[in-house]
């Protein structure tokens, strides 16, 4: 029973801690106004990027402000890491990287996805992993932040979307900064190394010269949860010990990996004014994430099939785990970091049962299931939409949506934006599937190595950027067709709901009666469930079923 | 018929009318064949969904004749697809057909109405020379002259004379109405006849775009452009089509990977079974049923579009008389001063009132009849001189020699006394707000200076008309009442009635500045007007009825027309608009669920072959791979047309709050949507299998 201490607890403290995170949210991002000290940090920001940053911006100057910093981000990536060689802070003499390999980094990381067809301890020197990954995996989460305050703004009827500058750099002093350094510190009590030395040189017990990589480690963890990054320090990622050391560890950086999607749901309710529609999307996504945690734990606790004939003593699926969390803590953090677009592993999940395979890439075929930070929510504004469009006409209307008329130009973004991530996916999937590019990299046969090849492309698309691992993924094909998956896959979802909050503000808003089709019932969590589970998951069925369910039932 | 009544069955009056006459066999024979004529992929693209689905059985059309010829053994299985995909797009066609066919009967009594008669045009009014043209040649502005027998070429405007016209051709009323020149009665419509006396007649309406011809192009849907709505919801229906389109596409290089090669019919199959095809089919059909039933309680919108923000309206402006109250007041007491006999003041206000035939003058006259036996008397011997009513003085009565007689309203008489060194007594000026109070209105009888009393002239309201308002407040819609009564008076009534609000003394101006304002806080506002003062109202609100028995600019000025005259009917637009959304909604909910089932039926029959343990999701037990993915096919076919009924008349609907609709439309459609095809597709199954088919 142990067994499932983790997840109860993790869920519980999460959840009560979003509420006040949530409040200091919007004291970071929508200050209604400003104390002595909040005003320092804008003038400070007012002097640093001039006075562009401080006027308000409508949503398409947002969206143009919020690319061209994306761009800017990616361009100095890609040239540090095409450059490591010549950089400081490069002890072990790391060399440059292939330049689709940079590609696809730099990409990954922009986008915060952090799909990484490298191994950090062995590719990257210290310079690049703080200056060029660690400081991107800032400011894209705090892109991310700064997306769904604009989004919330348009909701809340204002025309003026903030500054996109202005809110990233809000994002990342206010928010993300204290809360890396506070993760960090209790990451480095249990243990995790932050260092700048180089790696560790051990002399074994047979006598032979060990060398043991270590570096700023609790700083990139720290932030690489907090951010939903997911990329980490070391190739293992969480599963390292010097990553992940302790029980506590993981617990913390298993509430990390949530937290700060969560507390953006109330950021939402609170900038919007409708705490109860804010308490509506939070129940309902909520409600999948425990759900799917609990299919996880139950299916984990089933020993792999390869061990279920033999006469061993197991009674739960220890393959690819880390002992030191066992099988229900793995498959917590399996949902957790699928469902908001972190990709940290504690385990490989290459070796999860088949049937819990399909937890997590089920989770990134939704990715609203909290979700990425900021555009967890945003991707859920989407079904929220098309909930909205579908039952609403049933209340004799036309759709209304937080008191604004939903209508054919903003379904017409909602659908594009829909139909981007299935696009990516299954287009990806059926390209490699079908060519050499993506049976000669998989490890298995048959639906095994279906799934490896559909998870690649799943967690690109969600810019999840976990991998199913066991696919030999660091090909030119994979860098470049992954690479442009992240690209589409992170920018039209959040551009598109931009635009069409853009429409929405400009509407004249319809005064609510009892006629109104209400967004804050429990009656709406049910249409909202069954759009995401009949728009977003009817699509994937085929591909769930061919491939973890068939490797299930494959016997 | 009674007003009252008329109440009462306004909300079902669209639903039941129909219900005898929802298919005829001279509608269906026509409609089988039209709905082969339009398979013309012309007609087709207008349509997304139906357009794949097509697309798709001509695919499977073309491999079937190719199976045949190479003698292959899949040619009866995919004969058997190509047929049911094919009659799948018939079966969308032939839902439109039918919903048509029951438009076009209407058309076509309405076009034998619009014969090109020869019309008499004036050449001098004065001489009253006239010559023969034909009405089709007659241009606005022409004057014509139609006698007694004659119909009326075109509409008009009534410029001299009073006749007695037969207006059945249109209203299916067979009581004559009365069109006079000025005033609110001056309007005739094309295609009506004169039964008594002569009219000159304004042409007002240009060639071809008379109210007879925009009446037809509309119920026949000639002019159905699409809604809003319509149009948003086509966008998703093919947002839809495109995902499924890419998960079939992209399918089969996936199904390679396991060396299973799927045939093109069952992958079409399949494109056909998830795309929503049951919605695409009878979208349109939804959308020109809603028309019909609006024009079968005798309402002719101008625009598909008026229909549809019929729905969304949320405050309804109506008039107090004759729709609030029944039309006319009566006197129900008489309340004298002090130290004036009741009897008295009931002699005198019936001495005013002998020649006023307007309602309230008559009921006073008969007031002081049953109560006194006060009779009626000739007057002329008295040398008796009326005064008439006017809107200067606000005053009528009688001039008996010296003793001048008059009533009217309290200012009015308050003057006349003044003028004459009386003064009003305070016991009437209680009485008067007394009577205000109570939703009456009074009015003050005085004799030369001496004011008798007043009389309590009493509004009814109809009956049921609160109950009605207190449903139309569930279903989020305020009603405000418009009089010109004062706000005493009409806070009463406005009370008695349970309207949300109400709008007293009110003038056009006040009105249009009433309704801007709604607007400009997001309301959508409907309104019924008839009178020409009306048309600047008519003109702002989003949805307005003008009465058929209206002037020309009301009519003009209306986005529909009441063929009744009868401005309780804006509830039932509404209803009718909400239903036409509610029924889109529902069936695009029962589609998409639909999905769940069929993906049941067909995924696992697809790859048994290769991956045999898939065996275990074949839920429904179905025979066969073949006989699963025919029973998909065959299912999603026949479910169009077990749902035309529901397109065409609509889900239904009460006046209930949002919350209520939604979950009963979700158990129905939604979770109906989620099981019904389990249970349909295995059943077919089972019958395929008996008949001995698979």
New interface residues.
Partial sequence: MSEYFLPVFVVIVTVGLSWPLGRYLVYAMDPVSCGPIRSRYESACAAFLGHAAKTGQSWQQYCRSMLTFNILMFVVLYAILLTQQWHPLNPDGKTSLEPSLAFCTAVSFTTNTNLQHYSGEVSMSYFSQLFGLMWLQFVSAATGIAAATALSRGLAGRTDFGNCFQDIWRATGLILLPLSIITACLLVLCGVPMTMEGAAVATTLEGDAQTIARGPVAAFVAIKQAGTNGGGYFGPNSAHPFENPTFWSNVLETMAILQLSMATVWMFGRITGRMKHAAVIFGVMLLLYVSSVGIGCVLESAPTRSLASLPVASSMNLEGKELRFGSAAAATWAVSTTSTSNGSVNAMHDSLNPLTGLVPLSAMWLNVIFGGVGVGLINMFLFVI?GV??????????PEYL?RK???K???LV?IA??VH??LI??G???F??TSW??SATQDP??HG?SEILYEFSSAAANNGSGFEGLGDNTVPWNIATGLVMLLGRFVPMIAPLAIVGKLAAK????E??????TD?G?FG??LI?TVL??GA??F???A??GP??EQ??? | MNQQTRIGSDLQHAATSQRSSLFTAQMLAPSLWQAVRMLSPRTMARNPVMFVSELGAGLTSLVTVAAIISGSADKFYFFTISVWLWLTVWFGNFAEAVAEARGRAQANSLRSARKDVTAHRMVDREQRTTEDVLASLLRQGDEILVSAGEPIPTDGEVIEGVASVDESAITGESAPVIRESGGDRSAVTGGTRVLSDFLVIRVTAKPGESFLDRMIAMVEGAERGKT??E???T??L???T???L??C??????????DVTIDVPTLIALLVC?IPTTIGALLPAIGIAGMARLSQSNVMAMSGRAV?AA??V?ILLLDKTGTITLGNRQASEFRAAEGVEERELADRAQLSSLTDETAEGRSIVVLAKTRFNIRGREMEHAHAEFVPFSARTRMSGVNLGDRQIRKGSVDAISQFVSQQGGTLPQCVRNDVDAISRAGGTPLVVAENSRVLGAIFLKDIVKGGIKERFGEL??????TVMITGDNPKTAAAIAAEAGVDDFLAEATPEAKLALIRQYQH????VAMTGDGTNDAPALAQADVAVAMNTGTQAAREAGNMVDLDSNPTKLISVVSI???M??T???L??FS??N??AK?FAI??AI?MAA?P??A??NLMNLATPRSAILSAVIFNAIVIPCLIPVAIRGVK?QPV???S???Q??LV??LGGLVVPFAGIRLIDLALVTLGFV
Avoid: C, W
């Fill in positions: 098309t469009f579908l039952a609403g006409m049933m209340v004799g209307r036309t008191t939903v209508e054919a903003e379904m017409k659908l829909l139909l299935p696009a299954l287009g999937t059926a390209l599937a079908s993506g049976a048959g639906s279906f004249r808003a319809t005064p009666t009892a006629g109104t089709f209400r019932t009656l049910i249409v069954g009949i728009i009817l699509q069925l085929p591909m079923v061919l369910v068939a039932l494959g016997g | 809003p709505n149009i948003a919801l966008i998703v093919a947002g839809f495109l995902v499924f890419m998960v596409t992209t399918l089969y290089p996936i199904a390679r990977y396991f998830l549809e729905g969304d949320d407040r569930q279903m989020g819609i305020r806080e997001g309301h959508l608009g909400k239903q959304l509610m889109r909604g529902a695009t909910t998409v669920a999905d769940v993906y995924i696992p790859f991956l343990q898939l275990v999701l609907y709050g949002a919350d609709l939604l979950r439309n979700l459609y939604g």
